[in-house]
């Protein structure tokens, strides 16, 4: 086995930076794939760049020059090329300004777009020559080109067999690279069919493997604890709400608990667009559950949801004689040990969580439903194993809620055999979120309008795209974001900050002073993206909107419109298709298809797990969905060999882990 230390150009800071971004061995190196590519073939004459990605040759024009706003650095050079004469600009990369010297025949590669009424190249990247080149996410202390020569010695040290995760005749049937081939391809292209090539093969092999795991996790039709409607639990729940259900509501809770009553092991989800709500709907299945003594979990994706939820179902719940309890890592020991007992002995009836629910040292007494909410956000593994909690001799009924309107094509892929139920259905009284698309030469009004808005006692969102600034500078920081509105425009008007990593104790304390309205405008990352709700909230402003996902938008422009008073959400960016469609249309399956279509499955689901699953980065084909689950079919078939069938399986099982054997901690 070839060790990262064997290989020419290491030194333990690298191989420090390597093992922080996971690549914890030789082997694992050329797995870390471009993130995008540069097409560096043609350079387009400055008179005819168009908005877009382009590739320039040109000379630098006197010295850059480099100046700072809103904490960000700007360094700008000027070029021409013969032709004519453009702008670079390079945000938080203060270096360029240095680098550059005038007379400088400089070869660049990026996005032309229009600023001030102008074209400019934005954050172009300095090439070395003409061609197909890889871009790579940067690793800190290790250049590109040491990192190419890491993949090189790699592949080169490898046999191709002893790489190969697919079977030849499957390879051949449909039209795949080997491994090995796809690798060098990904990371050597000779030109865009080779990037092609190497997209297809890996992206395949992904999906593939994926939905096999899936597949082999979910089996479907097992027996399960059969519950008792006798006295019906539904309508004596839906009672005791301070609303009237809708009807999509009560349609849902009525299949749910039929299914709890079938003797069958339930696995439904439920997919509602933000707002129609699913919580009610599973904290009536909670509550038939309780009625006929089974405990419930509530996993839900952040932290930050698992205590709404825990609040919600205490406000809901303690009526009917139902206990909830909370049990999330950030809890203090001796909390934490009151939850354990708690759930041991069977005293909490539903518990509310995070992750945390799957520690080893969770033992509940008996559960009979396991509720997972904003489903897509994990990933197949934590999927299962919250069912396989239940130390009884059956599986408990598994409940997943999704307001991602996930289309029918990625659905199967992801769920295998899971029974669906859609809420179409809004509660009463939602007026839909007014949209718009803000331009940076509006951000003062906008500043203003938010003033305005707190002065009439309604609460703002301001959610940017990243903690820290990224390293192409682009995505505003919350951090800075609130350090600087909090001097400048919004001085005097409450604001909160919060972000995924902050202190707990932190963000209780931002939280709360949003929720009871001492803070009129949370600054924040997309950790507010799910579940939360603050009815006197009226105004989401995004910051450079376009760097989200589309069904990502809808959900935060979710998080407004849930009280009475009218809503708008802001979009900062440029106007384009994309965005257009958020302006056009609040049905979350009609954004949700466009999104996928725009971004592949990957990045649309928007999480890790999955966009390393499902992305193979780049792939905006909905199409190869339905080619890996054709060749699943033949697999099952035995259309390909038994062998291959084999293979498949045990590389399935390499990659997402046993059924059986799942436990994430
Ligand atoms: P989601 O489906 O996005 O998870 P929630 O369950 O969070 O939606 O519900 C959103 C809001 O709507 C909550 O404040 C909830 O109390 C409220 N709500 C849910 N059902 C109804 C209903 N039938 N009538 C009125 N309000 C409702
Ligand atoms: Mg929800």
Redesign the pocket.
Known sequence: MLRLEDLRGLGPKRIKALRDAGVDGAAAVPERLPKSYAYALEPTPIASLKPGEHCVEATVEGSPSLSYYAGRSLARASLQDGTGAVSAHWFNQPWMARNLKHGQKVLLYGKAQAYRGRLVLINPRLLQKKGVQPLYQSLPGLPGKVFSSLVSQVLEATRPEAMETLPAALRDRFGLAGRHEALRMAHFPLGRDEVARAQRRIAFENLLLFQTAVRQAAPGGQAGIRMDREGDGASGFWEA??????GA?RRTLDAILADMASGLAMRRLVQ???????????LGAAAFAAGNGYQSALMAPTELLARQHAL?AERLLAPLGISVGLLTGSLPASRRREALEGIRSGEWQLVVGTHALLGKSVRFSKLGLAIT?EQHRFGVRQRRTLAELARGELAPHVLA?S?TPIPRSLALVLYGDLQVSV?DES???RKAVKTRIVPESKREELYRYLRERALLGEQSFLVCPLVEEDEEGEAKSAKAMYAQLAEGPLKGVGLALTYGTQPAAEREEALDAFYSGRAMVLVSTTVIEV?M?V?NATTMVVEDADRFGLAQLHQLR?RVG?GEKESWCFLLGEENERLETLVQTSDGFVIAQKDLELRGPGEFLGTRQHGRMLDAYGIGDTRLLEETGRCLEELQLGALGTDAYLEVLRQAEARFGQPGNARLD
């Open positions: 709400l301070p609303f009237a259900p809708t509501q509602g667009d933000v707002g129609s709500g699913k919580t009610a709907v599973a919600t909410d809620l307001a809420m509660p009463p009284g579940g709700d009815p979710g849930r």
